[in-house]
């Protein structure tokens, strides 16, 4: 399902296996528990870098599992079940005390594209792997702080229209273009793991107080931060 390994200063978060790492409700609980372990054992110069096996970095929602539910309102229900406890976990990534790096191995939809925004930084390969929102197509309403979270990462309204608002499946370079990804210049899994790296340990040299880092993160987004219920409070020494 997913797993936490620690490399000296770097926690490399890996989502396992050669599926579509969909977010199922006991995926969710297992990726926010470790967040919460990475947190508890955070030091000066901690960094986060997540990654995953296979073709998909995550395709989003567990909507198999939602739509077993056997009736609409039960899908209903399991879909919300989802949104809901899913909002947790972006708000443990913008809290965590240290540098964050999302190495997107392959396709990133809905949630999964979500979950990898939630990052400080967002690398991609160049040879494979989209980006994707899926809901328009699917007819499905944007949970408001998924909202919240495009108009706060994303700058400018014409990359927000093209990804939330044209169903369309963006690749490494044109997502550079529209500012969605910090880099697309990789030809490989392989590639993509070694830059994040290698950003991951110039990061953790500098030895900077997690506490700080997380809190000017949160203050650089008010509104979503309030609706993911923090608050950005210093209270450290340098």
Request: hydrophobic residues 45%.
């Amino acid at each position: 399902m997913c797993t936490l390994e620690k490399r000296g200063d770097l926690f490399l978060l890996t989502l396992t296996g050669d599926d579509e790492h969909r977010f199922h409700p006991d995926t969710i609980a297992s990726v926010l528990s470790l967040l919460e372990q990475a947190k508890s054992q955070s030091t000066r110069g901690s960094v986060l870098i997540t990654t995953a096996h296979g073709k998909f970095f995550s395709n989003g929602f567990d909507l198999a599992w939602a739509q077993a539910a056997g009736s609409q309102t039960g899908a209903v229900n399991r879909m919300h079940q989802m949104v809901e406890s899913f909002k947790p976990v972006i708000a443990a990534l913008f809290d965590l005390p240290m540098p964050t790096i999302a190495a997107l191995n392959g396709h990133a939809a809905a949630s999964g594209l979500m979950f990898a925004l939630s990052h400080d930084y967002v690398f991609m390969r160049n040879d494979r792997g989209v980006l994707y929102m899926s809901e328009v197509d699917l007819g499905l309403p944007l949970p408001d702080y998924f909202a919240a979270m495009f108009a706060a990462k994303i700058g400018t309204g014409i990359a927000r229209r093209e990804l939330l608002l044209s169903g369309k499946k963006i690749k490494g370079e044109e997502a550079v273009a529209l500012g969605i990804v910090d880099s697309a210049a990789h030809d490989s899994v392989e590639g993509v793991v070694e830059a994040t790296v290698s950003l991951g340990e110039s990061l953790a040299a500098k030895k900077w107080n997690g506490e700080v880092y997380a809190s000017i993160r949160k203050s650089l987004y008010p509104g979503l931060c309030a609706m993911l219920s923090l608050t950005a409070k210093i209270a450290a020494s340098p």
